[in-house]
């Protein structure tokens, strides 16, 4: 790994601890003004100083990120479907690589949708960004979408999913929790990050979701609205960057959120 990609990496994983939390508020680039970002800086503003990195839209950071800020950009960079059509996987590349060095951003993801008709153009668009994430020392991050024509998240299609990826030369990976998940890090090859998915009933569900993830190899969480949506978002970023970076359980989690909460 070059240099410069390497350096960009580290500054999202920790090389200490190999461990990342991630920050997702990218929902926006085909869902809109979901609950907790109708106004981002607002919600991000105390969430920030606890996240390792925040994975964004290049609106969402020009908008309401200040420039001064040192948080590691993982910019969304795929893109111009959304939730009033039923083709989401059909995305397209919508940022230039220019702007994206222009942006100094420490990676750029994007989602493939294996196994849907856009499977094709979202790998293509996949090994676009890898030959120039190689040549300008930027990592990539890929995304397995899942969604209604997917149908299960499975470990046997998630680690498909995941191993593609890293085949086409992803720097990263980031997918969804399901059972059996050893099987889907273990075949990555590449480092692997889970999503939160839609909000869960309880606090726990979470902390439980992050601590088996990492437990079964995960480097990491990228949560969005579990944590942004969540009554107490700062208490619960604290209480899963517990879990990431200082191996806690559960439990101890959960007493890290109602201290924090009260
Ligand atoms: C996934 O494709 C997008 O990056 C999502 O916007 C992000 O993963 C959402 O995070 P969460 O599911 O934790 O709200």
């Known amino acids: 790994m070059d240099w410069g990609l390497k350096n960009r990496l580290s500054r999202i994983i920790n090389p200490e601890d190999n461990r990342v939390l991630m920050l997702a508020v990218d929902h926006g680039y085909f869902l809109g003004p979901v609950k907790g970002l109708e106004q981002p800086e607002k919600t991000l503003e105390p969430l920030i100083p606890h996240a390792d990195a925040l994975m964004l839209t290049r609106g969402l950071l020009r908008r309401c990120?200040?420039?001064?800020?040192?948080?590691?950009?993982?910019?969304?960079?795929?893109?111009?479907?959304?939730?009033?059509?039923?083709?989401?996987?059909?995305?397209?590349?919508?940022?230039?690589?220019?702007?994206?060095?222009?942006?100094?951003?420490?990676?750029?993801?994007?989602?493939?949708?294996?196994?849907?008709?856009?499977?094709?153009?979202?790998?293509?668009?996949?090994?676009?960004?890898?030959?120039?994430?190689?040549?300008?020392?930027?990592?990539?991050?890929?995304?397995?979408?899942?969604?209604?024509?997917?149908?299960?998240?499975?470990?046997?299609?998630?680690?498909?999913?995941?191993?593609?990826?890293?085949?086409?030369?992803?720097?990263?990976?980031?997918?969804?929790?399901?059972?059996?998940?050893?099987?889907?890090?273990?075949?990555?090859?590449?480092?692997?990050?889970?999503?939160?998915?839609?909000?869960?009933?309880?606090?726990m569900d979470v902390f439980k979701m992050a601590y088996q993830a990492i437990q079964e190899g995960a480097v990491g969480c990228d949560f969005g609205r579990n944590i942004f949506q969540n009554p107490k978002p700062v208490a619960m970023i604290s209480a899963i960057r517990s879990i990431v970076h200082d191996n806690r359980t559960p439990d101890e989690a959960q007493e890290i959120y109602n201290e924090l909460m009260s």
């Open 65 to 203: 990120i200040p420039a001064e800020s040192n948080v590691p950009i993982v910019l969304r960079v795929s893109g111009a479907t959304s939730i009033q059509r039923d083709v989401l996987p059909d995305e397209g590349l919508t940022v230039s690589m220019e702007d994206a060095v222009r942006l100094n951003v420490s990676a750029i993801t994007l989602s493939i949708f294996v196994g849907t008709d856009h499977e094709r153009q979202t790998l293509m668009a996949l090994s676009e960004l890898v030959d120039f994430g190689e040549e300008y020392g930027i990592p990539v991050l890929a995304v397995t979408a899942v969604g209604r024509e997917l149908g299960q998240k499975d470990a046997r299609y998630l680690s498909l999913a995941c191993r593609i990826a890293a085949e086409q030369g992803a720097h990263f990976v980031k997918t969804y929790y399901c059972d059996d998940f050893e099987k889907v890090t273990s075949s990555a090859m590449i480092p692997v990050v889970i999503a939160g998915g839609k909000k869960v009933e309880t606090e």
